[in-house]
């Protein structure tokens, strides 16, 4: 079993001391956090024309924090619950390949659960006390992802929590924290990115299939099939682009916002890395490049938000 575990590692290029924690943080799945933080200060940017660095750095914070140890979280209860093994792709491997005890991982899910609530204090002292009562639900649903009698990643709503928080609601609190109100247009321009997030839930869900079937799970990608499931992620690509149009003809979106298309090359090329894979080591690319959509993305649009600020 160990040198089938060194082979897990080469093959996934895992290397000891600081990539183990850093490895942890799945960094590849940050981006569902700082990119919804971005879109919605940069929004609030030209249509306030307001903007506090305090406040936008703290939600920015907190934020990855939250995320960070939602994963810790996850890492932990699949361990506890035998999901996790030596062989396991997609994990950060810290407990079951690199030997960091399982305890040391919860707790650092909790110190970054309380490093957040701190900047969520200060977040809600500067701006209103409902963003606390917010952001506690998100940090309940966050603990219940994975943790609970029954974990939502272990249902068919993954996908769409994800989205929903990530998205809608974390782009709708950056906004507000800025600007004191939430306008329609901001939960318009949030669905794309919603979209995005749930998609690099539903890559991981394709990905990991066959070991989630075996563990009783009932992801939407279990529930239609790895070859339906592709071709969801392929349609809810297309629904996103399609609506960051529609949105810019209905002058919500600035001009500048079709960048965002150039996004689409990446998003193909998910598609093309999932297509006739069914080994999880060989899909692995198509999960991070989905997280590079969202990145890619995300970041096009709140440049195009500048850009129509400042030209």
Known sequence: MKDKTI?????????DGFQVW?????????????????????YALVTDDTFH??????????SILIQAATNMFNEYYDYVLGLDTEDSVGIGGTIVRDGIKPKTVLNLALIFFGIA???GIYISAMTSWWIAAIGAVSMLIGYLYTGGPIP???????????????????????????????????????????????????SNNIRDLDNDKLSGRK?????IGRKNAIIFLA??????????????????????????LVSG??????????????????MMPGMVATGQTNTVYGFLLGISLLLSKFI
């Open 7 to 15: 082979d897990i590692k080469e093959a996934l290029n895992e290397r």
């Open 22 to 42: 850093w490895r942890l943080l799945r960094p590849h799945t940050l981006t569902a956090s700082f990119i919804p933080v971005f879109v919605g200060t940069m």
């Open 53 to 62: 660095l305090g406040l936008f750095i703290a939600m920015m914070l907190a």
């Open 117 to 119: 609530i701190l900047f």
């Open 235 to 260: 349609l809810l690509f297309s629904l996103a682009y399609m609506l960051t149009i529609v949105f810019v003809v209905k002058k919500t979106l600035p001009f500048w916002s079709l960048l965002t």
């Open 219 to 223: 992801t939407i990608a279990i529930l």
């Open 152 to 202: 939502i990643a272990y249902t068919p709503f993954g996908e769409i929590t994800a989205g929903f928080l990530m998205g809608t609601v974390m782009i709708g609190i950056s906004y507000y924290i800025q600007t004191a109100y939430v306008s329609k247009a901001i939960i318009f321009i949030s669905i794309p990115i919603a979209i995005f997030i749930g998609a690099i839930l539903l």
């Open 265 to 282: 090359i990446k998003a193909a090329e998910v598609i093309a890395k999932f297509r006739g894979k069914t080994e999880p080591l060989q």
